[in-house]
């Protein structure tokens, strides 16, 4: 009985040591545990507050003009292209341009022979299916808007803020 005695104190032992182990892991993980979410709680409440010593060079952005009064609109000259497909189809569209101050109206007139190629190139690659529906509409002034901005190298302040169909006629031969 004694080798027996001496062999269930050696399991105790050895389980004993097992449970010291893993509550050593159990205490260290809960630590860094605390300790991530006390950094985290740190980046968190000091975000977008310049630090103490810190040289940080911030770029203001330039806040955008808001032009007061009644807006302002540029008429394009008529355009008549033909549309893609095999059918004839003609489109002929007067449209407008609604600017955001005096500065955008005069660039927009100095690049109105670039935007006027522009324009009737995307006309002109479009089929009168495309254009008939309401919805076909609307993403054509999308993209006139999108057209426009490009040909006067707008890049990420535009010019145009939207554009407006004021004749919209399509001709099936």
Request: hydrophobic residues 45%.
């Given at each position: 009985?004694?080798?027996?005695?001496?062999?269930?104190?050696?399991?105790?032992?050895?389980?004993?040591?097992?449970?010291?182990?893993?509550?050593?892991?159990?205490?260290?993980?809960?630590?860094?545990?605390?300790?991530?979410?006390?950094?985290?709680?740190?980046?968190?409440?000091?975000?977008?507050?310049?630090?103490a010593?810190?040289?940080?060079?911030?770029?203001?952005?330039?806040?955008?003009?808001?032009?007061?009064?009644?807006?302002?609109?540029?008429?394009?000259d008529?355009?008549?292209?033909?549309?893609?497909?095999?059918?004839?189809?003609?489109?002929?569209?007067?449209?407008?341009?609604?600017?955001?101050?005096?500065?955008?109206?005069?660039?927009?007139?100095?690049?109105?022979?670039?935007?006027?190629?522009?324009?009737?190139?995307?006309?002109?690659?479009?089929?009168?299916?495309?254009?008939s529906?309401?919805?076909?509409?609307?993403?054509?002034?999308?993209?006139?808007?999108?057209?426009?901005?490009?040909?006067?190298?707008?890049?990420?302040?535009?010019?145009?803020?939207?554009?407006?169909?004021?004749?919209?006629?399509?001709?099936?031969?």
């Open positions: 009985m004694s080798d027996e005695k001496k062999a269930d104190k050696a399991e105790k032992k050895a389980g004993g040591g097992g449970n010291k182990l893993m509550l050593i892991v159990i205490v260290l993980l809960i630590l860094l545990l605390v300790a991530v979410g006390g950094l985290a709680a740190y980046m968190f409440t000091s975000m977008g507050k310049p630090q010593g810190a040289q940080t060079e911030q770029v203001k952005e330039k806040p955008k003009k808001k032009h007061e009064g009644p807006p302002i609109f540029e008429k394009l008529t355009f008549v292209v033909n549309l893609a497909g095999n059918d004839g189809s003609l489109l002929q569209v007067d449209m407008q341009a609604e600017l955001g101050d005096e500065e955008a109206k005069k660039k927009f007139t100095d690049y109105a022979p670039k935007i006027r190629s522009a324009v009737i190139l995307l006309l002109s690659s479009k089929t009168a299916a495309e254009v529906t309401a919805d076909g509409k609307v993403k054509l002034k999308a993209q006139v808007k999108q057209i426009i901005n490009e040909a006067m190298d707008a890049g990420e302040d535009p010019v145009v803020d939207s554009v407006l169909f004021t004749s919209f006629i399509i001709q099936k031969q």
